[in-house]
């Protein structure tokens, strides 16, 4: 069965500390990528790669980096948190076309910035 | 800038049929996704898109029409389970995913 892990469920840090969420697939999928869901604003891409070290800006890249040193292995670094980044972080991946639009998600990342 | 149009809300009665809108703006795309959403969890794929017309799937069917800038997911016989948020995407052609805000359904026993 296709299956996406996050590292936690529920995060709380601090303003000004660095974060790290990692997500695991283990589908073999060539693409992945990192969302933030928040109230009224829907799904937004921050970042996504399509391949080993290769990453490309999404929507909200500001305030984030990632990393992709193995195929199935996509970190999101907040490098200094701040509080407007308190959201829900999605991680997906999805194979090569045809199936690129079938994105697999994970069960999310809550964090909280205080 | 491109954007997806969804309602924000549907609501609609067990044992019937709701159609989920959603209208875009974007320079080119190849192809509109469906996905669902329960509290508290992930989004989920439900249907995609690739060519015009219609796409069916068991209860959920979606449709696509380029010329319109314009696609719907359509869920028949409604049971309590679809209770949910459904969004559409599209890839672009810059390989960007782009979802909308999501519609909230509402189901009534």
């Known amino acids: 069965d296709v299956k996406v892990t996050q590292s936690s469920r529920y995060l709380v840090k601090r303003t000004g500390e660095k974060v790290f969420l990692e997500c695991v697939q283990d589908m073999d999928h060539e693409n992945m990528f990192w969302y933030r869901q928040d109230p009224g604003l829907g799904l937004r891409l921050i970042y996504f790669s399509y391949d080993v070290k290769m990453k490309e800006k999404g929507d909200i890249p500001e305030g984030y980096s990632v990393s992709r040193e193995k195929k199935e292995r996509f970190s999101l670094i907040l490098e200094s948190a701040s509080t407007n980044q308190t959201s829900m972080y999605l991680c997906?991946?999805?194979?090569?076309?045809?199936?690129?639009?079938?994105?697999?998600f994970g069960p999310g990342t809550r964090l909280l910035v205080l | 800038g491109q954007s997806l149009e969804q309602p924000s809300e549907v609501t609609a009665v067990e044992g019937a049929i709701v159609q989920i809108n959603c209208t875009y703006q974007?320079?080119?795309?190849?192809?509109l996704s469906w996905y669902q959403q329960h509290d508290g969890g992930a989004p989920t794929f439900l249907s995609y898109n690739g060519l015009d017309g219609l796409e069916e799937t068991g209860r959920f069917s979606s449709f696509l029409s380029r010329s319109d800038s314009y696609g719907y997911l359509l869920l028949q016989e409604l049971q309590m389970k679809d209770s949910a948020s459904y969004f559409c995407a599209v890839r672009d052609w810059d390989d960007k995913i782009i979802f909308g805000k999501g519609t909230r359904l509402h189901i009534l026993p």
């Open positions: 997906a991946s999805s194979p090569e076309p045809p199936g690129w639009e079938t994105q697999y």
């Open positions: 974007t320079s080119g795309f190849y192809g």
